[in-house]
Every structure is written in structure tokens, then in C-alpha cells.
T-cell receptor, first 113, second 111 residues
Framework: GAVVSQHPSRVICKSGTSVKIECRSL??????MFWYRQFPKQSLMLMAT?????????EQGVEKDKFLINHASLTLSTLTVTSAHPEDSSFYIC?????????FGQGTRLTVV | GQSLEQPSEVTAVEGAIVQINCTYQ??????LSWYQQHDGGAPTFLSY????GLEETGRFSSFLSRSDSYGYLLLQELQMKDSASYFC????????????FGSGTKLNVKP
């Protein structure tokens, strides 16, 4: 089946720094990818839709200047958490689909200290 | 907007049958999916309903009633490895790859 790869799986960063997370579709092209955030014991909250070659579409309440999304090719989307703070510590997951099914990356556990 | 409700936690014993309900309110509905997530892992796909009725996939079945904005996941012959969180997710009408997730149900399977 289709595979979505996410990197890194875990990252620890200092408060005030930026962190980039990559999401790749390995065996299919994805014009849209999606970024979710999940706090412990909570649901996956859709953050934004990453659109290849154009601006991302953010869900209500998500700061676009805080969470920069770039979708430069049909197989790669990146999420950059800028000026990270401890409250940004969370599990970030990307997904991409083929039109009939969505596939999720392995997730990135971000810890800001 | 999108709103999905699930029970927060369910406990059952090995070998039993358990049903996890999901009610939704959505502005654009295409279908309802179910995902399993073990602690620390990514969601994995279980089942999908676009039309009313029951879909069966091995020990797991899923049901949808579009008129009632309601669905459920049925897990039979429970095994210890089924202990996980289960999420229903609405598939967006305008973008088939976009999902809005329910609050999740923690299933505890006991010996």
C-alpha cells in the first residue's frame, strides 16, 4: 500500500528555536497533504492543508506565522514550528491520500525545553 | 464546522464484543472512517463507510446511518492487542483526503 514517511520521529529543541518536520509520500504523488497535532490523550486536530505550489490553508485558530508549511513538490511537505515554546510540545502527524484512502506518517514527537 | 462525539473510554474482556459509537455534525460529509491508534503510534486505518449499512472486515465491522448522523465500530472476539484508542473521522465532502477526527475512545481489554 501507499506509504507516507515522516521525519524526524522525535525531536527535542530549546525554547525559542525553530524545528522543521518533513512529510514524504514515497510511492505516490500528493497535491495535498495534511498536518495534524495531537496532545496527550486527546484527538488529532487538523491544523492545515498543505497545497503543492500554493499557500497552505489553515484551520481556524492555527497561527500561520507560527506553523510554516511549504509544499514544494508533489512528494514533500514540511512543517516548521517557529520560535517554539513548551506549549508547542505535541505529537505532529502528517497524512496524504490517493483519493480513495488517506495514509498517515509515523508522527513526530516534539518536546520543547 | 465539524463535531464528532465518542465515548471517552470502554472496558471489555477478552473474547467479548464491544461497540463504539460515533455521532457527528458536519457541514460537508462524504464518509466515515475508523482508525486505531496505540500509545505513541500513528493512526492505522480500520474501516470506512460512505453508504448506509454495515461493512465487515474480519473481526471489525463498521456501520453508518447518514440520516441519523451516526455510526459505530464493532469489535468481535476481543484480544488483548485490541487495547488502543479508536477514532471515528469524517471524510470531507470537498477534499477526500481531509479528515476531521472524533474525540477518541480508549478501549481497555482485560483478561
Amino acid at each position: 500500500g501507499a506509504v507516507v514517511s515522516q521525519h524526524p520521529s522525535r525531536v527535542i529543541c530549546k525554547s525559542g528555536t525553530s524545528v522543521k518536520i518533513e512529510c514524504r509520500s514515497l510511492d505516490f504523488q500528493a497535491t495535498t497533504m495534511f498536518w495534524y497535532r495531537q496532545f496527550p490523550k486527546q484527538s488529532l486536530m487538523l491544523m492545515a492543508t498543505s497545497n503543492e505550489g500554493s499557500k497552505a490553508t489553515y484551520e481556524q485558530g492555527v497561527e500561520k506565522d507560527k506553523f510554516l508549511i511549504n509544499h514544494a513538490s508533489l512528494t514533500l511537505s514540511t512543517l516548521t514550528v517557529t520560535s517554539a515554546h513548551p506549549e508547542d510540545s505535541s505529537f505532529y502527524i502528517c497524512s496524504a491520500g490517493t483519493g480513495t484512502e488517506a495514509f498517515f506518517g509515523q508522527g513526530t514527537r516534539l518536546t520543547v525545553v | 464546522g465539524q463535531s464528532l462525539e465518542q465515548p471517552s473510554e470502554v472496558t471489555a474482556v477478552e473474547g467479548a464484543i464491544v461497540q463504539i459509537n460515533c455521532t457527528y455534525q458536519t457541514s460537508g460529509f462524504y464518509g466515515l472512517s475508523w482508525y486505531q491508534q496505540h500509545d505513541g503510534g500513528a493512526p492505522t486505518f480500520l474501516s470506512y463507510n460512505a453508504l448506509d449499512g454495515l461493512e465487515e472486515t474480519g473481526r471489525f465491522s463498521s456501520f453508518l446511518s447518514r440520516s441519523d448522523s451516526y455510526g459505530y465500530l464493532l469489535l468481535q472476539e476481543l484480544q488483548m492487542k485490541d487495547s488502543a484508542s479508536y477514532f471515528c473521522a469524517v471524510r470531507d465532502l470537498y477534499n477526500f483526503n481531509k479528515f476531521y477526527f472524533g474525540s477518541g475512545t480508549k478501549l481497555n481489554v482485560k483478561p
